[in-house]
T-cell receptor, first 116, second 116 residues
Framework: EAQVTQNPRYLITVTGKKLTVTCSQNMNHEYMSWYRQDPGLGLRQIYYSMNVEVTDKGDVPEGYKVSRKEKRNFPLILESPSPNQTSLYFCASSLNLQGAYTDTQYFGPGTRLTVL | AQSVAQPEDQVNVAEGNPLTVKCTYS??????LFWYVQYPNRGLQFLLK??????LVKGSYGFEAEFNKSQTSFHLKKPSALVSDSALYFC??????????????FGTGTRLKVLA
């Protein structure tokens, strides 16, 4: 089944304790992205990646890191989480055939993060 | 930079009646516009997109959207609402990132409630 998976689905942690949220897709998609969803603010893009070893900042990158060492994986790293990073996080991927973006993003089920 | 606005936090409609969820955009150049739906406790699902061509775009689950360049709008519509259409709807636009990359700007979302 074609899908985007995220782990963990729920996480409660404390301020300053490094954490990683994993994202994996099995559709051979080039484009991958992380979003956070907050009430009243909608979805905001944190980071995105056009392909392996190519990443770029979205609109809210502060406090986050990403890496794209393999095509299928795009982990989100919070090196020193703070309470304002409490949010619902989504990973997404889409196909990019030789520069022709299909633009249809497939989203993971979400990770609800609470930072105390 | 591109932006989208969803002026209504919530839309209520009776089952069987037509529904409209509004979206306006601000872009430089030709807009690439999208609608996504989020059901409770789920990730987002793609509904439809406008890239070019006909102003009326048909999508999944009987939804359609009308692109209006003069009014800079991309409203989502359905002729006859179902209770199962109750969900959170997001409008989005593609924006240019750095060095020829692409990122996405989402609206704040509109909660649709279809009443039986």
């Amino acid at each position: 089944e074609a899908q985007v998976t995220q782990n963990p689905r729920y996480l409660i942690t404390v301020t300053g304790k490094k954490l990683t949220v994993t994202c994996s897709q099995n559709m051979n998609h080039e484009y991958m992205s992380w979003y956070r969803q907050d009430p009243g603010l909608g979805l905001r893009q944190i980071y995105y990646s056009m392909n392996v070893e190519v990443t770029d900042k979205g609109d809210v990158p502060e406090g986050y890191k990403v890496s794209r060492k393999e095509k299928r994986n795009f982990p989100l790293i919070l090196e020193s989480p703070s309470p304002n990073q409490t949010s619902l996080y989504f990973c997404a991927s889409s196909l990019n055939l030789q520069g022709a973006y299909t633009d249809t993003q497939y989203f993971g089920p979400g990770t609800r993060l609470t930072v105390l | 930079a591109q932006s989208v606005a969803q002026p209504e936090d919530q839309v209520n409609v009776a089952e069987g009646n037509p529904l409209t969820v509004k979206c306006t955009y601000s872009v430089s150049g030709n807009p690439y516009l999208f609608w996504y739906v989020q059901y409770p406790n789920r990730g987002l699902q793609f509904l439809l997109k406008y890239i070019t061509g006909d102003n009326l775009v048909k999508g999944s689950y009987g939804f359609e959207a009308e692109f209006n360049k003069s009014q800079t709008s991309f409203h989502l519509k359905k002729p006859s609402a179902l209770v199962s259409d109750s969900a959170l709807y997001f409008c989005a636009v593609r924006d240019r990132g750095s060095s020829g990359t692409y990122k996405y700007i989402f609206g704040t979302g509109t909660r649709l409630k279809v009443l039986a």
